[in-house]
């Protein structure tokens, strides 16, 4: 046993270092190479042209992100692969080092494949209708016409933690529908991924409110990779310092959310 | 009325759109050829194994009916989803490590087989049965009956319908974009999103059709052309 646990603690202390050092040694797929999967349409995350396999000048949050990594690892040339979010949750063998595609990290999903450090808040945003004065706290959305896409998070908060006093106004198919309610003053607050309403309200200037906060809901993006991979203690120690010197809030900001929107409790 | 035009006919909207649906679209030539390639010859495969004489190849015929009428069966989007993400996901030596436009284009392959043994079993079952006693009594062996006397006339006569089969694979790996493949139909889904525009969807059905209508008078042509020769032996 105490042979096990220091054992643990020699590869622990190895893997640490190796990190820091960010040398070559950093077991990628293909050595000194970063491939990054990545799927599409994914505007604020990836923008960029998608040509057969992969993705011309990349830029938007994750991108910007990899490109971080890369550096930050001394890896020099990044590959850009798409991998469909349908064919990520399986044992297979995966074709990247990690894809960053907007994956929340779930316990069922850790079962077959390894999440990094999570590089993401996914909180619910609040979108509001022009006119209306700014909730300041969930007790305050509980007053208002709410709306909210079928079969989201944001539905289920409504339904479960807000439970406002009248009945939400449920949008079907697309969040194109709880958009234009929202503009036409059906709707007072919607509340949907944070990162989508912050994209929607910035494309569409003047036909919002604005989006007035957002709730905690504790779920993080992860970036995916095999069960077991090699290169987790590389990318999570890659993240975590990337947090720490303010990289990922720039980043953020840059292309997600700006101004970052107030945490409404 | 002008609000539809411009969406699906915007001649800005569809030119900003051909290189970025062109680079797709090449990715959807490449599944048909090599699909269309590999199912002309497993098809005659088939066709032939499911015909042999004798009591001796009944298991292989039984294979081969069994195959033909589990995949004329099922959908392609399905057996598309089973191979993309079914085979990977077993680990196994090779077949796991294959590229989603390899499983894309096996997919169109075993479905596709399946419908052109049929065409193929159809085009030898039509070449009269006293030919085959015949050249078995000159003395030529079944393997030679099939190659000089029954296959050539049994081909011929399925061109058309073996074309009109091939336009189908040829717009079937479309479907082949649900796995994750970025062919046209997935750039001109891209571009919708990027510019609000559906003309890439426009553009995309163009390049189809423009692939297609060769094929169809080509086939046309070919149907005359027996069409006459036939008449001009009946006189």
């Given amino acids: ?265 | 009325m002008g609000k539809f035009l411009h969406a699906f006919f915007s001649p800005l909207g569809l030119r900003r759109a051909v290189p970025q649906v062109w680079d797709g679209f090449q990715t959807n030539i490449k599944m048909m050829v090599i699909a269309e390639a590999l199912v002309l010859v497993l098809a005659l495969v088939v066709a032939i194994v499911r015909g042999l004489p004798g009591r001796s190849t009944l298991p292989l015929r039984a294979i081969a009916v069994a195959y033909t009428d589990f995949f004329r069966g099922t959908p392609l989007i399905l057996v598309a989803y089973v191979f993309a993400l079914g085979l990977p996901s077993l680990q196994l030596a090779v077949v796991s490590h294959q590229s989603l436009i390899t499983y894309g284009i096996l997919s169109l392959t075993i479905v596709y087989t399946a419908y052109v043994t049929e065409v193929y079993r159809a085009g030898i079952e039509s070449v009269h049965p006293s030919q085959r006693m015949a050249s078995r009594s000159l003395g030529l062996t079944y393997a030679q009956t099939m190659r000089y006397v029954i296959l050539p006339q049994a081909i011929r006569r399925v061109v058309p319908p073996l074309l009109n089969d091939f336009i189908g694979l040829q717009k079937d790996t479309a479907i082949i974009t649900v796995i994750g493949v970025t062919d046209a139909l997935a750039q001109a889904g891209f571009y919708s999103n990027d510019f609000f525009s559906y003309a890439g969807y426009t553009l995309a059905a163009v390049f189809f059709v423009i692939l297609t209508i060769p094929f169809a008078r080509f086939t046309d042509h070919l149907i005359k052309q027996r069409e006459q020769l036939e008449r001009g032996q009946l006189v």
């Fill in chain 1, 1 to 265: 046993m105490i042979k096990a646990i220091m054992l643990a603690l020699v590869v622990g202390l190895a893997t640490t270092t190796a990190a820091v050092a960010g040398s070559s040694s950093v077991p990628t797929k293909k050595a000194g190479t970063l491939t990054v999967g990545f799927d599409v349409p994914a505007p604020g995350f990836w923008n960029g042209h998608v040509s057969g396999t992969s993705i011309k000048n990349p830029n938007g949050f994750e991108a910007g992100l990899s490109r971080a990594i890369a550096k930050k690892l001394g890896l020099t040339k990044i590959v850009y692969k798409r991998a469909p979010f349908g064919t990520l949750f399986s044992p297979a063998p995966k074709p990247f080092d990690y894809a960053m595609e907007e994956a929340t990290i779930t316990a069922a999903r850790s079962k077959v494949v390894a999440f990094s450090a999570p590089y993401f808040n996914a909180n619910q945003g609040v979108l509001i209708r022009k006119g209306l004065a700014k909730p300041k706290s969930i007790a305050d959305l509980k007053k208002l016409q709410l709306c909210a896409q079928a079969t989201t998070t944001g539905l289920a908060y409504i339904q479960h933690t807000i439970r406002p006093k009248k009945k939400p106004l449920v949008y079907s198919a697309s969040s194109t529908a709880a958009f234009d309610a929202v503009e036409a003053k059906k709707c007072d607050a919607l509340i949907l991924d944070v990162p989508i309403v912050a994209t929607q309200s910035r494309k569409k200037p003047g036909a919002y409110g604005g989006v007035a906060g957002q709730i905690v809901t504790h779920e993080f993006y992860g970036a995916v990779m095999d069960k077991g991979s090699k290169f987790k203690p590389f990318l999570d120690s890659a993240i975590k310092a990337l947090k720490a010197n303010g990289t990922i809030t720039r980043l953020v900001k840059k292309w997600l959310l700006n101004p970052i929107p107030p945490v409404l409790k």
